[in-house]
């Protein structure tokens, strides 16, 4: 578990580094990396902690739920005679699925939103922003991963899933322009720009939750183009939102 940790972090920073280029070459707003850099370091090193703690939890939830008894369900159905990459896709949209409810949960309901609130914390996104996570916000998303192992997907792909999803992490964060090609990536997969809206504190919070694709937003009517708002209407965490405490990282 700690050999894979090491990994993300290694994959995290990797990507980190390429995508800085970007944001210093096309920065949407000025960032003070020198001072913000400490601060987001620390959650990523918070983040790396919860990840040791929260893949044990996994493998427990996975035995736990994944019974033979099921699997010979899923065999039964002839979905686990589709093609790898087929069952990869169904896997990949069905966690997604979770994660919309379970996003959209956390922001109308005042309960769950304590589990939500440190990573919208934030008060200027780029690309080491995203690991205000905390434990229980994590937690909470995790459970969407189950659905991998109950289509079979194997060990080894699922560790290119879990580099693609922090690349991604990464990606939808970014500092970088707000540019007319991403209105076409956007179709089905989110961006930067896409994810930033719903950051923005004009009551926004609700809107955009996807976390890799549009289609559920596009589907239940929480999508807002971002072709219909500047980047000047996008305001982020301010005041006391802004304030880091110990139970915002717990997320109690």
């Known amino acids: 578990m700690i050999a894979q940790t090491l990994t993300g972090l290694l ?62 369900f899923m065999g039964w159905t002839g979905l686990l005679s589709l093609p790898l990459w087929v069952r990869l896709l169904i896997a990949y949209l069905l966690k997604d699925f979770s994660f919309y409810v379970t996003h959209w ?14 990573h919208h914390s934030i008060d200027q996104l780029w690309w080491l922003a995203a690991q205000r996570e905390s434990l229980t916000d994590v937690l909470l998303f995790k459970v969407g991963f189950l659905s991998f192992p109950l289509l079979g997907i194997p060990p080894e792909i699922m560790i290119f899933v879990g580099i693609h999803y922090i690349i991604h992490d990464n990606w939808i964060h970014l500092n970088v322009k707000w540019r007319s090609w991403m209105g076409v990536i956007e179709w089905f997969y989110v961006t930067p720009r896409f994810h930033s809206v719903h950051h923005t504190q ?51």
């Open 202 to 252: 004009t009551g926004s919070h609700t809107k955009n939750l996807g976390a890799l694709f549009t289609i559920f937003d596009r589907i239940f009517g929480t999508y807002v183009d971002p072709e219909k708002v500047t980047p000047d209407q996008v305001q982020f965490a301010s005041g006391d939102n802004a304030v880091v405490t110990l139970r915002k990282i717990v997320g109690v």
């Open 11 to 72: 994959v995290l920073f990797l990507s980190g580094m390429i995508f800085w280029i970007w944001e210093i070459q096309d920065p949407l707003r000025s960032v003070e990396y020198r001072s913000r850099f400490p601060r987001e370091f620390g959650a990523a090193m918070i983040s790396a902690v919860y990840s040791i703690i929260l893949a044990y939890f996994f493998v427990a939830l996975v035995r736990l739920t994944i019974s033979p008894s099921l699997m010979d």
């Open 105 to 118: 949960i956390k922001h109308v309901n005042n309960t769950l939103w304590l589990t939500h609130n440190w």
